[in-house]
């Protein structure tokens, strides 16, 4: 199901933002990449990571990508309803449901995308590789398997 971006007000968070030097026989050529995540606080999140040879330029071209990878995100009140692990390469992210008033107990690149999903109390673990861009990914690919009860009983033939 896709969403369209432009009928939400979505917040935009910059990740991280990295110089990257390819050296060559003329010397070396300076990019930025730049990983950007953009949500409503309502459920919806998207992320996006892209290149350029200017920051604002692509700070701009990661914000398009992430408004373009925008998925929805059944939450219960303000945690998720069953924990949950992300990978994506050397990077897990474990997360799991949390009672009222814990806040969100996480680094800095899950942070960013928990904050614009709009969840406010959960726990969560990065395990293996700490890379942000690999565990923004890990952290969205948990997002994106996480299923409300009902979900999960019209896909078994039950009732919830």
């Known amino acids: 199901m896709m969403i369209n971006a432009d009928d939400l ?22 990019r930025f990449s730049a ?8 459920g919806h999140v998207g ?13 701009r071209k990661a914000t398009e990508m992430a408004k373009k990878s925008m998925i929805y995100v059944p939450r219960k009140g303000d945690t998720i309803h069953f924990p949950v692990l992300g990978v994506q390469d050397a990077s897990k992210v474990m997360l799991k449901p949390a009672s009222e008033g814990t806040g969100v107990i996480a680094c800095m690149a899950v942070r960013a995308l928990l904050d614009a999903v709009g969840i ?3 726990l ?14 890990a952290t969205f690919n948990g997002l994106r398997s996480l299923e409300s009860p009902e979900q999960v009983a019209a896909r078994r033939g039950k009732t919830a």
């Open 9 to 30: 007000e979505l917040t935009e968070k910059l990740v991280a933002v990295n110089r990257i030097a390819k050296t060559t026989s003329g010397g070396r050529n300076m």
């Open 35 to 42: 990983l950007m995540v953009v949500g409503d606080g309502n």
């Open 47 to 59: 992320y996006g990571h892209a290149k350029a040879k200017e920051v604002p330029e692509a700070i």
């Open 120 to 122: 406010q109390n959960i």
């Open 124 to 137: 969560t673990k990065c395990l293996g590789s700490r890379n942000d861009l690999n565990v923004v990914r």
